[in-house]
């Protein structure tokens, strides 16, 4: 079953939504699927007075996908420190090395506590989400011309490397659950990757060590394929909403077939009693 939250069509409807707070969900829906679907010339009306090109309403949509936003319960629930960075992509960087270094330390410091547990599956659970944005973010980019979208795509493809790092890390060097205790053998495997990432908070945005120098302090991940040069994220994007769509038709198919199914018990009860 498809996660509503990460489909490509409910992260651009939504973003859409933000910009345009009076958009119906049916539009939202309809322009998300000529933002990604459409030809590279056409015009797009996003309200009544107003229509924009398939590669301007990209950018924009990219744009603000880009930049992290938090809901007001999302603010309340965050530490100052995640508060004060919540709404610039670089700092949002920063923000989530912070958080691993944390989750690193405390999940491995001899004993997994309750809040130990609560960061760390917070943390999974609200990556995992912004790394399915940051993929359509590429794929609206990548079907931008300009320089500066080519520029963007760099930048955004550093970031979900570095994130997809962190969210690893996590997952295979900490334990599930609470009240649990840590052994030395968990602590000296995670100890490399905690330095690591520390590293990273004192260089600037977009350093990256080399594989051998990672190799050398016991730090190792594996590139996807979708990170590396040359991977087609337009192309993605639209194999993306392409399944999606299918899977909805599937999926009212079905709702069509129970329904018909269900009438026909109806009626055949209503012949068997008389009614």
């Avoid at 405390?106 to 790394?131: P, S």
């Avoid at 030395?184 to 350093?207: I, M, Q, T």
Wanted: with cysteine; glycine share 4%; hydrophobic share 35%.
């Amino acid at each position: 079953m498809q996660n509503d939250t990460k489909t490509v069509s409910k992260i651009i409807a939504q973003t859409l939504k933000k910009k345009y707070p009076s958009m119906s969900d049916k539009g939202a829906n309809l322009i998300a699927r000529e933002v990604v679907l459409g030809p590279k010339n056409r015009m797009i009306e996003v309200e009544k007075s107003q229509k924009l090109s398939k590669e301007d309403l990209s950018f924009m949509l990219a744009k603000e996908l880009d930049t992290p936003s938090l809901s007001f319960d999302e603010l309340q629930a965050q530490s100052m420190e995640r508060l004060n960075s919540g709404t610039d992509s670089v700092e949002e960087y920063f923000s989530w090395l912070n958080e691993t270094t944390t989750i690193l330390k405390h999940m491995n410091d001899g004993y997994v506590t309750q809040q130990d547990a609560i960061e760390r599956e917070a943390f999974l659970q609200n990556t995992d989400q912004r790394e399915a944005e940051l993929m359509v973010c590429l794929g609206l980019y990548s079907s931008c011309q300009s320089s500066a979208a080519r520029e963007k795509v760099k930048f955004i493809r550093y970031k979900l490397q570095k994130l997809r790092e962190m969210r690893s890390a996590i997952s295979f060097l900490t334990k599930r659950g609470t009240d649990v205790e840590t052994t030395r053998s968990e602590f000296d495997s995670a100890k490399p990757y905690y330095a690591y990432f520390k590293g990273l908070k004192e260089v600037e945005f977009g350093y990256d060590m080399s594989d051998e120098k990672k190799e050398k302090i016991g730090v190792r991940f594996h590139l996807d394929a979708d990170l590396k040069e040359g991977f087609d994220y337009d192309a993605f994007l639209k194999n993306k909403l392409l399944d999606e769509m299918a899977f909805e038709d599937q999926k009212q198919a079905v709702q069509t077939l129970y329904s018909s199914f269900e009438q026909e018990v109806d009626d055949n009860s209503k012949e068997f009693t008389g009614r």
